[in-house]
């Protein structure tokens, strides 16, 4: 088990910031693929943002150019820098991880992650 811990969720106006990081130990950071999903009340979860074992990223649509998914191996840290807040952003973000080699569109694919954190709730208000 690969225990994943989220941080950094909170309350902001819209068209603020957050940052959420997502640690984990027990494991190396760079060569899993990662991912941030979200949950809003009485919605399905959804892939938002992903990062390969080679780095390589992908994002949903409706958070491109507003949300930047990066990692420190080193800390085995990853981040999820968000921009331009919408209220619609409103809801549990989770990150994932998994051994095995994704790209594309797979990172945002909920199916293919293994280890799940708790969640971190972010709330935008307008």
């Known amino acids: 088990q690969v225990p994943l811990v989220e941080s950094g969720g909170g309350s902001v106006q819209a068209g603020g910031s957050l940052r959420l990081s997502c640690a984990a130990s027990?494991?190396?950071?760079?060569?899993?693929?990662m991912g941030w999903f979200r949950q809003a009340p009485g919605k399905e979860r959804e892939g938002v943002a992903g990062i390969g074992s080679d780095d390589t990223t992908t994002y949903a649509d409706s958070v491109k150019g507003r949300f930047t998914i990066s990692k420190d191996n080193a800390k085995n840290t990853l981040y999820l820098q968000m921009n331009s807040l919408k209220p619609e952003d409103t809801a549990m973000y989770y990150c994932a991880a998994d051994s095995g080699y994704y790209s594309d569109y797979d990172l945002l694919s909920q199916r293919r992650f293994g280890y799940w954190g708790q969640g971190t709730q972010v709330t935008v208000s307008s």
């Open positions: 027990g494991y190396t950071y760079s060569t899993y693929s």
